[in-house]
């Protein structure tokens, strides 16, 4: 059982940065696959990048690609985000995700365990 807990959210003004964190409550994150996830008020929730075991690979949706930066420290057991050059349109509820296994998927349906979320409100 992996337990997931978000940190980092908040207000932040158009063009400003954010970095968040994903603690997780597990013997050794290494042998999942991490990723963050957001919803915005009314709409689905969608990928936003993730991250193997290692760090070695990553993948970001195209919205993002260029501003945020995902990262892990598997001694810490913690997992990254580093959001730069914020829009409105990141407002969002964030979330981290993890699976067992090497493989990148964007598909939510595709990580096993969740955190419960932290707020990201960007104003212009």
């Known amino acids: 059982q992996v337990q997931l807990v978000e940190s980092g959210g908040g207000l932040v003004q158009a063009g400003g940065s954010l970095r968040l964190s994903c603690a997780a409550s597990v013997r050794t994150l290494s042998s999942y696959v991490m990723g963050w996830f957001r919803q915005a008020p009314g709409k689905e929730r969608e990928f936003v990048c993730a991250?193997?075991?290692?760090?070695?690979?990553?993948f970001y949706a195209d919205s993002v690609k260029g501003r945020f930066t995902i990262s892990r420290d598997n001694a810490q057991n913690e997992m990254y985000l580093q959001m730069n050059s914020l829009k409105p349109e990141d407002t969002a509820v964030y979330y981290c995700?993890?699976?067992?296994?090497?493989?990148?998927?964007?598909?939510?349906?595709?990580?096993?365990?969740w955190g419960q979320g932290t707020q990201v409100t960007v104003s212009s």
């Open positions: 991250i193997t075991w290692s760090g070695g690979s990553t």
């Open positions: 995700a993890a699976r067992a296994g090497s493989l990148l998927y964007y598909e939510e349906s595709r990580y096993n365990y």
